[in-house]
């Protein structure tokens, strides 16, 4: 299916690995020129390799998301490579998972600056060319925004900000001609979830594949989601064919949510 994306421009933030580079590859290889933004800069131009390898055109944007000028920075930077701005993917920021009482004011104001206001900076500096695109904005967020977990109240916190923040500024693109949308991911097998694994593997002493059907056990899933198929979701959602679809917050977690 063609998705008629050839040409447009999206910035994708927390490109370097895991979903924001299957979100940049699969974008780039519906036709999408790609801005792809993280504070690895081997591993961006890793993506970037892969991206022209192919025949595609990406551009690699070394900044850390979490300081003010940050997200401008990477804005102006897609704008002046490609011109215009058809998307930005607020992907960037990891959140420090731990015991509540033992989680310190830094660990969560360094939750914060990251995923949550740099995903408010990025979508601030990208309105006018949103705008003029009549564009879209897509926030990921996290199933820990629906549900809460002891051992993840930074993140979780996060995320429902994230949740409320696409609402609100969805409200504003209506009038604007700008589409904001949010997906809180599951679990997918990434290079963190990776980290996980290992982590649980150690903890209770479990071999790979026990630790590996465990967790399954404990999310309630049939199993976990390739990056892959989050990122051909997002080249649908960035299409003119799911355009009616503004201010949804879509849960992609095999089915681990099971809140209303």
Do not use: C
């Not at 002493?205 to 997002?234: H, N, Q, T």
């Amino acid at each position: 299916m063609d998705l008629k994306l050839s040409g447009r421009v999206a910035l994708v933030t927390g490109a370097s690995r895991g979903l924001g580079r299957a979100i940049a590859l699969r974008l780039a290889h519906e036709g999408m020129h790609v801005g792809v933004a993280a504070r690895d800069k081997a591993s961006l131009d890793g993506v970037v390799q892969e991206i022209t390898a192919a025949g595609g055109k990406a551009i690699a944007i070394e900044g850390d998301l979490s300081q003010l000028d940050g997200a401008e920075k990477a804005v102006a930077a897609t704008v002046k490579a490609f011109g215009k701005l058809n998307l930005l993917v607020n992907n960037a920021g990891a959140t420090k998972r731990g015991d509540f009482l033992k989680l310190t004011d830094a660990d969560w104001a360094d939750g914060f600056a990251l995923k949550f206001f740099g995903a408010v900076r990025a979508a601030r500096a990208a309105w006018p060319h949103l705008q003029a695109s009549k564009g879209m904005v897509l926030n990921i967020g996290g199933v820990g925004g629906r549900t809460g977990e002891a051992e993840f109240t930074i993140g979780g916190s996060v995320n429902a900000a994230i949740a409320l923040f696409t609402k609100a500024l969805s409200d504003r693109g209506i009038k604007d001609g700008v589409r904001v949308l949010a997906i809180h991911p599951g679990t997918f097998e990434t290079e963190r979830f990776q980290k996980r694994l290992q982590t649980h593997m150690d903890t209770h002493k479990l071999s790979k594949d026990a630790a590996y059907k465990e967790m399954l056990k404990e999310a309630r899933v049939a199993r976990f989601g390739a990056p892959d198929e989050l990122a051909g979701f997002i080249a649908m959602l960035a299409s003119d064919e799911l355009s009616y679809i503004q201010g949804s917050i879509i849960d992609m977690d095999g089915g681990q949510t099971r809140a209303i």
